[in-house]
């Protein structure tokens, strides 16, 4: 007797296929321009919010001129190089518990009727949609060990894709250090034959999968429609692998070896801010992002307690770790700075002049999620940095921001997410 769970064979392999229920898929982006260097973007996110009233500056001092509060102090030294901005909103994530899941993308949870989840693609994806043709990876997605316990809910990393399904991250620096650097371990012709099994695996089954399609009813056509696509990716880095097959995989650099094994907290994010720095560096990717771990922080200088508990800081001891807590990511984040600064792309240039950097959280503090924290850095687009901006509209959507930085480093795009426009005073 069949079943509605049908497997797909080839004389090597054997696929499960999806529970045939619902929706289609859209083609990529066309690419945009180049510029005169290749510009990078950088997404880097926490979960649990901020300390509101010593992380935000006042609301009455705008522009260049305004005092940076103790929470952000260690960045004092690049207070020209960042902007504050206020008044951003997720207003379609009405969950704090969810975290980063939907602060890229912008998109609507209950977007498709009788559905308890739905997502759209992220910012993140968007760019490396259009950069990532010509990179080794078309994007690096970094994350952390118990994502849930730091704030950050459902999904791999903070990228999703353009059928909302979530993208895999790596959340062990050992591992993405060998990812991105460390010699193939089978000799090329052992990978050669790899590939070449890989794809006659993957050709068998989009030709089972065409005919099967014709004998099942439509709603169950469109859920193929969505596996056969991940066939399709699949192919897609099987063609990427190819091309990339005999060259060997970039240097690190000299201030970069593999990672100690077991690192949490303040060193491992140090860390993975190197392996990002080194990835962008040797031109391994142009996009990356970091969804940065909260409770290994915490435990690293012994808080004593949940990021969840320190989140909601009603009492001194629970206050004082969320101020601390601040100071230290705002100390690492300095460092990633300095880090950028100093890594030289080409005469008189950075990699700081060639980036675009986004830092922040879903949520303000505690379960608040309007105003989220964001400060935007990086001279690799026309942005108008070492400012306080406070947007005129309090609930801001926070998708203006990604359409904002997506479209002045010249990626092709013209809304995304709940956006309804940009931020004219982030445009220099």
Avoid at 168 to 173: L, M, N, R
Avoid at 297 to 320: I, P, Q, T, V
Wanted: aromatic share 8%; net charge neutral.
């Amino acid at each position: 007797m069949k079943t509605r769970r049908q497997f797909l064979r080839s004389s090597t392999s054997c696929l499960p296929l999806p529970f045939l229920t619902s929706l289609g898929w859209r083609p990529f982006v066309k690419a945009a321009a180049p510029t005169s260097f290749d510009p990078k973007m950088v997404f880097l996110t926490f979960g649990w919010g901020v300390t509101e009233k010593s992380w935000f500056p006042n609301q009455d001092q705008t522009g260049a001129v305004y005092d940076l509060p103790a929470g952000l102090a260690p960045l004092k030294k690049h207070q020209a190089d960042f902007s504050i901005i206020q008044n951003l909103t997720n207003r379609l994530a009405d969950e704090a518990h969810w975290g980063s899941t939907f602060y890229l993308t912008g998109a609507n949870r209950y977007a498709v009727p009788g559905k308890s989840f739905h997502n759209t693609i992220s910012a993140d994806q968007v760019a490396a949609e259009q950069w990532g043709l010509d990179t080794r990876f078309p994007s690096l997605q970094l994350g952390c060990h118990n994502a849930k316990d730091s704030g950050h809910g459902p999904g791999l990393s903070l990228a999703w894709n353009r059928r909302g399904k979530p993208i895999a991250g790596q959340d062990d620096p050992v591992k993405a250090f060998h990812k991105l650097f460390a010699a193939p371990e089978v000799s090329l012709e052992e990978q050669k034959a790899m590939l070449k099994k890989r794809a006659s695996i993957m050709d068998t089954l989009v030709t089972d999968l065409n005919s099967m399609k014709a004998k099942l009813g439509k709603e169950d056509q469109e859920k193929l429609d969505e596996y056969t696509e991940s066939i399709r990716s699949i192919e897609t880095r099987i063609d990427r692998d190819k091309q990339w097959l005999g060259k060997p995989a970039p240097s690190p650099g000299p201030d970069l070896t593999e990672p100690a094994a077991n690192l949490k907290g303040y060193e491992e994010i140090k860390v993975m801010y190197d392996i990002l720095i080194a990835a962008l560096s040797t031109g391994s990717t142009r996009v990356a992002s970091y969804r940065q771990p909260v409770q290994s922080l915490l435990d690293s200088f012994g808080a004593g307690m949940s990021g969840h508990n320190m989140s909601h800081y009603n009492n001194e001891a629970r206050r004082k770790v969320s101020e601390k807590r601040d100071q230290l990511q705002s100390e690492l984040l300095s460092y990633f700075f300095d880090r950028m600064k100093a890594t030289e792309t080409a005469p008189g240039r950075s990699l700081f002049d060639e980036s675009t950097i986004s830092y922040g959280s879903n949520i303000r503090s505690i379960h608040y999620l309007k105003n989220c924290p964001t400060i935007i850095a990086g001279r690799g687009a026309n942005l108008n940095l070492g400012q306080h901006i406070v947007a005129e509209q309090k609930n801001t959507p926070l998708a203006n921001l990604w359409l904002t930085l997506l479209q002045q480093n010249g990626l092709d795009v013209e809304s995304h997410g709940d956006s309804d426009g940009v931020l004219k005073s982030l445009i220099s």
